[in-house]
């Protein structure tokens, strides 16, 4: 099999001491919220107790976020929604991710709200700058009476941020994420321009943990085109930055055969403290962008306290033996999602029926 590895001991090599005691700080701080989770979970404890839990883990989460807003200031490439936006957004942000955690949202409300999460991520990273120049959208509107009539929109003039794009895509999870913020980046180009994908088949080897993770990119079923790599934008769209390592694989990969990004913009929906700060070490010129910043990592490498599985909450759950491909899971969608996306679409499926 043509693969490429990548081992966590080689992600860590490029954290600083520094980091690495910004970690440890935050390992601390997590380990007394887990204390207290022990005292929410336990059906014997007391109102009174569980009140007093739920108080110290405010404080704790309180604690925890001032040391991300410490570290973020130092490390400007990683860039959290609530350290960058104004504050009236803060809470469309919490309420947005608050739904994706919980158990109880369903599969067709974890799409709804993953969509509604690009969209405000999207904004932050394109269109937050007020020094742009500005477009104007002529739209004819279902209105004839006394005329045919129209109305102007104007929307930040973003082209030279956009119209040299690639979606990259990592993992299963990841595709419909990508589809969406390509969706963004036609809506606000003024040519409609759509974007090229770039499919790549990686997985983390499950069998190991934390400290020894390994990153595996099956290049034969892996469905891009360099030349339409190199000099560009590159856009990876993952609802989950648990170490970095699936990022850090292909970028180094391509920059090994000699492919040079324009930049490399990463957007999560959570990204962990460890994964965004092995990300802007090991790769330059790369912004981490997220929605929400979770504070660590347990052995087996998933995010605490996390949302699960992102992609089989998006798109169901494969079996071992016989799991979809990306023209399947796109089948899968269903005809809403196809019929939103066909842009996209027709670009997926160009690149992987014409293969490599």
Not at 17 to 38: H, S
Request: aromatic fraction near 8%; charge should be neutral.
């Amino acid at each position: 099999m043509n693969q490429v590895v990548l081992k966590a001991e080689s992600l860590d090599g490029y954290l600083s001491k520094k980091d690495n005691e910004y970690l440890t700080q935050m390992d601390n701080y997590y380990a007394k919220c887990m204390e207290e989770y022990k005292v929410l979970a336990n059906p014997d404890s007391s109102r009174s107790s569980c009140s007093e839990s739920e108080k110290k883990i405010i404080e704790y989460y309180n604690d925890m976020g001032h040391l991300m807003q410490k570290i973020c200031k130092e490390n400007p490439a990683i860039k959290v929604y609530s350290f960058e936006t104004e504050e009236e957004s803060h809470a469309e942000a919490s309420r947005v991710i608050a739904k994706l955690r919980d158990v109880k949202t369903g599969h067709h409300e974890f799409v709804y709200y993953t969509q509604r999460a690009y969209e405000m991520l999207f904004k932050m990273a394109y269109t937050g700058d007020h020094s742009d120049k500005k477009n104007h959208l002529i739209v004819k509107t279902p209105v004839t009476v006394p005329v045919q009539n129209y109305s102007v929109h104007k929307i930040p003039d973003i082209d030279h941020k956009i119209e040299k794009t690639v979606m990259c895509v990592m993992l299963r999870g990841a595709l419909l994420p990508s589809m969406i913020m390509s969706k963004e980046i036609q809506e606000y180009s003024s040519k409609g321009y759509v974007t090229p994908f770039a499919l790549f088949r990686i997985k983390r080897n499950d069998t190991k943990k934390e400290n020894n993770m390994e990153y595996i990119m099956d290049l034969d079923k892996s469905y891009f085109k360099l030349e339409e790599l190199d000099g560009k934008d590159l856009v990876f769209a993952d609802p989950m930055n648990a170490t970095g390592g699936s990022l850090v694989t292909v970028v180094k990969y391509l920059l090994d055969m000699g492919i040079k990004p324009k930049s490399i913009k990463f957007f999560n929906v959570i990204a962990a403290l460890k994964g965004a700060m092995r990300v802007v070490r090991a790769l330059d010129n790369c912004t981490v962008n997220t929605l929400w910043m979770d504070p660590v990592l347990n052995d087996s490498a998933y995010i605490m306290p996390g949302l699960g599985d992102a992609g089989d909450r998006i798109n169901g759950v494969d079996t071992e033996s016989n799991p979809r491909n990306m023209i399947q899971l796109i089948a899968d969608y269903g005809s809403d999602i196809a019929g939103l996306y066909r842009s996209q679409l027709r670009e997926i499926e160009r690149v992987v029926l014409s293969g490599r």
